[in-house]
């Protein structure tokens, strides 16, 4: 692996992560944090944030994610969504659906799934930012076909 790889992907110990799920724990619920979270043990559920989720190398994770950057060295499997970016690192294994304006797979990685990706920033995470989506009012079409009189009309009986 290359140096400038697994400096991308911060540690427990180097200072930037604020929440530590370690290795040998196990959560399952809703997740939402601020600032950088670092999982290396397992969980399964949801995950909102609009902050950086770090997948450590001996993670296993089931859920849908949605967060402003996601790194991965571990496995990941669900819907995941990034409002920023996502980086898949050696040795991990993701299988979903991935959401994101930028995308990094380095070799190595298996990848099952499929990516969307805009020039935009992908929407913040929907349970931070809850508004209901308004329908279009639908308008009844019109015949555009004049309507030719029956039988009983033309003959008056």
């Known amino acids: 692996m290359s140096d400038q790889a697994s400096q991308a992907v911060p540690s427990p110990d180097d200072g930037q992560i604020a929440t530590l799920l370690g290795r040998g724990s196990e ?3 809703k ?5 950088t979270v670092r999982i290396d043990g397992r969980f399964s559920g949801e995950i909102f944030s609009e902050g950086t989720l770090v997948v450590g190398e001996g993670a296993q994770i089931s859920a ?3 967060v402003k950057k996601l790194l991965v060295k571990g496995v990941v499997e669900g819907n995941l969504t990034a409002q920023e970016s996502i980086e898949i690192h050696t040795p991990a294994r993701v299988r979903g659906k991935l959401t994101c304006p930028e995308l990094e797979i380095q070799k190595g990685v298996h990848f099952d799934g499929s990516c969307e990706m805009s020039e935009k920033p992908a929407k913040e995470p929907q349970e931070l930012k809850k508004k209901p989506k308004k329908e279009p009012k639908k308008e009844p079409k019109k015949d555009p076909t004049p309507k030719e009189p029956t039988s009983k009309e033309s003959t008056g009986g």
């Open 27 to 29: 959560f399952s619920g």
């Open 64 to 66: 849908d994610i949605e």
């Open 31 to 35: 997740l939402t944090f601020e600032g």
